[in-house]
Nanobody
Framework: HVQLVESGGGSVQTGESLTLSCKTPWNILRDNCMGWFRQAPGKQREPVAIIYTGGGSTSYADSVKGRFTISQDNDKNSLYLEMTSLKPDDTAMYFC?????????????????????WGQGTQVTVS
């Protein structure tokens, strides 16, 4: 049973920063497509940031480019999302997701269906 565990959410003011963490099994973090998705009330879940953990390449939603940074720490078996200059529109439940190690389609298509493992989510509220 693969378990991804997010932490770091909270309530902040506009312009402030938060860093989300996702603890993941070491074999899931290696050579994989991992990402952060978010879902606001009444909206569909959307990709925020994707990383290929085998090489470090990243991609971001246009709405967060220049403000959010996705990264990994293999020693800590963790994925991170550093969020700066937060806006009320960033308010959502944020989910950590992982594809199948070695299968890179999730990095290419960036679609929810291509990610096999999900965390329970952590709430971010910006006011």
């Amino acid at each position: 049973h693969v378990q991804l565990v997010e932490s770091g959410g909270g309530s902040v003011q506009t312009g402030e920063s938060l860093t989300l963490s996702c603890k993941t099994p070491w074999n899931i973090l290696r050579d994989n497509c991992m990402g952060w998705f978010r879902q606001a009330p009444g909206k569909q879940r959307e990709p925020v940031a994707i990383i290929y953990t085998g090489g470090g390449s990243t991609s971001y939603a246009d709405s967060v480019k220049g403000r959010f940074t996705i990264s990994q720490d293999n020693d800590k078996n963790s994925l991170y999302l550093e969020m700066t200059s937060l806006k009320p529109d960033d308010t959502a439940m944020y989910f950590c997701a992982a594809g199948t190690p070695g299968a890179l389609i999730a990095c290419t298509r960036r679609q929810e269906i291509d990610f096999d493992y999900w965390g329970q989510g952590t709430q971010v509220t910006v006011s």
